[in-house]
């Protein structure tokens, strides 16, 4: 996988060379290149930023360093599109986030055979967006080339990402939660971690990216893990993990999966598929309160 990382403190990524994106780099597995804005420029002063049209505060990223940079990076020629910068910007986005949501869940439920596809995402971290996911990294981890834009300041140019979709890229836009940062850089390393964890061979052991929080078809938080000592401080690791009976240790993290997501992310079992639930499964969501009998678990 290849990824493009432009930032104004492309220093910033000098951590992604530590621990197991580092040896991926190293095994090359992903290459990354982290590029910095300022060379896109032409002024003495090397600016990204001017003052936002309509007034207000703080300074927005300009279109012409982005682009200039972009392209280059994308391989395409300048041009002119025709689109409404006011209802397109909006109509698009939500289109685009439909179809990838949809196309995501698709691809989160045949994880193993979707094949890599070659067409570049360009993706542009935004605290207004959509919220990044677990769907959202399965899906990018089978593309073969991502370009990410960290945003500074009050942001970027809105139609910066508007022209780059009129010009049949596969724009993406992503918040990671409800809050704001100073730019871009930390939520771009938010997102290539999530994506490049999945690829294969990425992981020691595969098996430890199969049953997390999050993952595959009927997703739930994952139960609690505890090593040794079996008694530490006090605190002792439940009896039945040290049974030895794989069944009932299963059937015990399942129940620890399910008590733990509904308590918080009932959402998470409200989503879940009641046919793909096991008789002990249905049982135990019945006694947290939830009626399995429909497509969807229902609170009771
Ligand atoms: N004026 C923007 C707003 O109120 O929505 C905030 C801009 S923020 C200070 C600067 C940049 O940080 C953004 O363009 C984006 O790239 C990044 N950023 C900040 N918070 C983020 C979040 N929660 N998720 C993703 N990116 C974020």
Same mark, same amino acid.
């Given at each position: 996988?290849?990824i493009?990382?432009?930032?104004v +403190?492309? *220093?910033? +990524? !000098?951590?992604l060379? %530590?621990?197991?994106?580092?040896k991926a780099q190293e095994k090359? %597995?992903v290459?990354?290149? =982290?590029?910095?804005? @300022?060379d #896109?420029?032409?002024d003495?002063?090397h600016?990204v930023?001017d003052?936002?049209?309509?007034g207000?505060a703080?300074?927005?990223? $300009?279109?012409?360093? #982005?682009s !200039?940079?972009?392209? *280059?990076l994308?391989?395409?020629?300048?041009?002119?599109?025709?689109c409404?910068s006011? &209802?397109d /910007?909006?109509?698009?986005?939500?289109?685009?986030?439909a *179809?990838? &949501?949809?196309s /995501?869940?698709e691809?989160?439920?045949?994880a193993?055979?979707v094949? =890599?596809?070659?067409r570049p995402v360009?993706?542009f971290p935004n605290p207004?967006a959509?919220?990044?996911?677990?769907q959202? =990294?399965t899906e990018?981890?089978?593309a073969?080339?991502?370009l990410f834009g960290c945003?500074?300041?009050e942001g970027?140019?809105?139609r910066?990402p508007?022209?780059?979709?009129?010009q049949g890229?596969d724009? @993406?836009?992503?918040?990671i939660?409800?809050?704001?940062l100073?730019?871009?850089?930390?939520?771009?390393s938010?997102?290539l971690?999530a994506?490049?964890?999945l690829?294969p061979? +990425?992981?020691g052991? /595969?098996?430890s990216?199969?049953e997390e929080?999050?993952?595959?078809e009927n997703?739930l938080l994952e139960? @609690?893990?505890?090593? $040794?000592?079996?008694d530490?401080r006090?605190? $002792?690791v439940p009896d039945? %993990?040290?049974?030895?009976?794989?069944a009932?240790?299963?059937? +015990?993290?399942?129940? *620890?999966?399910l /008590?733990k997501?509904n $308590?918080?992310r009932?959402?998470l079992? !409200? &989503?879940?598929d009641?046919s793909?639930?096991d008789k002990a499964?249905?049982k135990?969501?019945?006694a947290?309160?939830?009626?399995v009998?429909? &497509?969807h678990p229902?609170?009771?």
């Amino acid at each position: 996988m290849k990824i493009d990382i432009v930032s104004v +403190f492309p *220093e910033y +990524f !000098e951590v992604l060379n %530590l621990s197991l994106l580092g040896k991926a780099q190293e095994k090359g %597995l992903v290459e990354v290149t =982290a590029h910095n804005l @300022r060379d #896109w420029t032409h002024d003495v002063h090397h600016s990204v930023d001017d003052t936002p049209v309509g007034g207000g505060a703080g300074m927005v990223m $300009k279109p012409e360093v #982005w682009s !200039e940079c972009l392209d *280059e990076l994308l391989h395409l020629e300048p041009t002119t599109v025709t689109c409404d910068s006011t &209802a397109d /910007a909006d109509d698009t986005a939500s289109a685009d986030a439909a *179809e990838s &949501a949809e196309s /995501a869940t698709e691809i989160a439920a045949n994880a193993d055979t979707v094949p =890599a596809t070659d067409r570049p995402v360009l993706i542009f971290p935004n605290p207004s967006a959509p919220l990044f996911t677990q769907q959202d =990294a399965t899906e990018l981890s089978h593309a073969n080339h991502l370009l990410f834009g960290c945003g500074r300041y009050e942001g970027y140019d809105a139609r910066i990402p508007q022209y780059y979709r009129a010009q049949g890229v596969d724009v @993406r836009e992503y918040s990671i939660g409800d809050y704001v940062l100073n730019g871009g850089e930390v939520a771009v390393s938010v997102m290539l971690e999530a994506i490049t964890r999945l690829l294969p061979g +990425f992981m020691g052991n /595969a098996a430890s990216i199969v049953e997390e929080s999050y993952t595959g078809e009927n997703a739930l938080l994952e139960h @609690r893990q505890y090593t $040794k000592p079996a008694d530490w401080r006090g605190i $002792k690791v439940p009896d039945v %993990l040290l049974s030895g009976d794989h069944a009932k240790v299963d059937r +015990f993290r399942r129940d *620890e999966a399910l /008590a733990k997501t509904n $308590k918080l992310r009932p959402d998470l079992i !409200e &989503a879940l598929d009641c046919s793909k639930l096991d008789k002990a499964d249905r049982k135990t969501l019945m006694a947290l309160g939830w009626e399995v009998s429909g &497509a969807h678990p229902r609170q009771r």
